[in-house]
């Protein structure tokens, strides 16, 4: 293949020998790293850049050539070697990415693990304040303002957004920005909460915001139980327990090994990870909820949250994982740390929206 337009077009030929499709995905991930970049001295030529609708199209349509490039994006030992191996002469002019801006060393690929944190440093009495009339502010405010359903507003430092009332849950979000209370900016700027999820996200990551919580019981039981990833982009959350979560009180349920490179690595059951490619690209959208009767849902083994006050529950929320239900009288009190990874894989797919 010599010109861009036999690269695509071989993608899209579904009776590509295996060489072929191994020279497609392996140049398009070369592609992919360097226009996760961002450098104004990328090869206007990448089809990333030039094409990306192709791109988009091309990896819709062909589930072995997105597989392997998702994998090769978040393994930086793939990647050295695709960087430093045999490439089309096209792709040769590419500007290759210093991978140490997007992998940590210390990787630990993990669906949820548990650790604990001290709240010596902290008032908490001030927390708990802050955490119900956080709770209180944005109950106001969305009763106020009907179709704010998830709103971003940084002059308040806020995400307004309406509780799950469906679900028993109560919402309320803080950005990490000054306007924020000082002790949530505390944890949010936690220096050994960041090195967690760091470790866990193997990329550099960024806390964006955090959130108040409290899950009661549901009027509806039935809408509790939504198996789901956040999305396919890389995103770690840190769950802090602010009561003791027990089997009784709502814990976060989360089935054991499906991240998605474990499962395409087993060759496991794994349709919702293309099909939520196809609909939601690296978003999150309804296309990234999974029926309770699929395959993987079936085959995996359900684990659950349960913990107490310290303890902290380090999600990454590719797992495949769900809310449960709460029992008459009981609340679950949580605090929840999102934060943003700065992972090759992010740079390179998420300016790749859904056609849909």
Aim: hydrophobic residues 40%.
């Amino acid at each position: 293949m010599d010109s861009i337009d036999e690269f695509i077009s071989a993608g899209f030929c579904r009776k590509s020998d295996e060489s072929s499709i191994e020279l497609v995905s392996n140049s398009l991930s070369v592609f992919a790293a360097e226009y996760a970049t961002r450098s104004s001295e990328r090869s206007q030529s990448n089809p990333f850049l030039s094409r990306p609708e192709l791109v988009k199209m091309l990896l819709d349509s062909e589930k072995e050539i997105f597989e392997r490039m998702y994998l090769n994006l978040g393994c930086r030992t793939k990647m050295q070697l695709l960087i430093q191996g045999d490439l089309p002469s096209f792709a040769e002019v590419c500007v290759i990415p210093d991978l140490d801006s997007f992998f940590v060393d210390n990787y630990m690929e993990v669906n949820v693990r548990k650790d604990r944190f001290s709240f010596s440093q902290l008032d908490q009495n001030d927390l708990m304040y802050w955490f119900q009339r956080s709770l209180s502010e944005n109950k106001a405010h969305c009763d106020e303002h009907v179709n704010h359903v998830f709103e971003y507003d940084r002059v308040a430092g806020r995400i307004w957004a309406k509780g799950f009332t469906n679900e028993g849950r109560q919402r309320a979000y803080w950005l990490n920005a000054p306007q924020a209370p000082a002790v949530f900016q505390s944890l949010m700027n936690d220096t050994a909460l960041h090195m967690l999820a760091e470790q866990s996200a193997g990329s550099p990551v960024t806390c964006e915001s955090l959130l108040c919580e409290i899950v009661e019981e549901s009027i509806f039981p039935s809408a509790v139980k939504n198996w789901h990833i956040d999305k396919l982009a890389d995103q770690i959350k840190i769950m802090i327990p602010l009561v003791a979560v027990t089997e009784d009180c709502g814990p976060l349920t989360w089935l054991d090994n499906t991240l998605p490179e474990q499962l395409i690595r087993a060759n496991a059951p794994r349709s919702h990870i293309h099909f939520s490619y196809i609909y939601s690209a690296m978003q999150t959208t309804i296309a990234t909820f999974i029926p309770n009767d699929a395959p993987i849902i079936q085959a995996s083994k359900v684990k659950q949250a349960i913990g107490e006050p310290g303890d902290i529950f380090i999600l990454n929320t590719r797992c495949i994982h769900s809310g449960s239900q709460v029992v008459t009288g009981a609340k679950r009190k949580t605090i929840t740390l999102t934060y943003r990874v700065q992972s090759l894989r992010n740079n390179a797919l998420c300016s790749l929206r859904s056609f849909y």
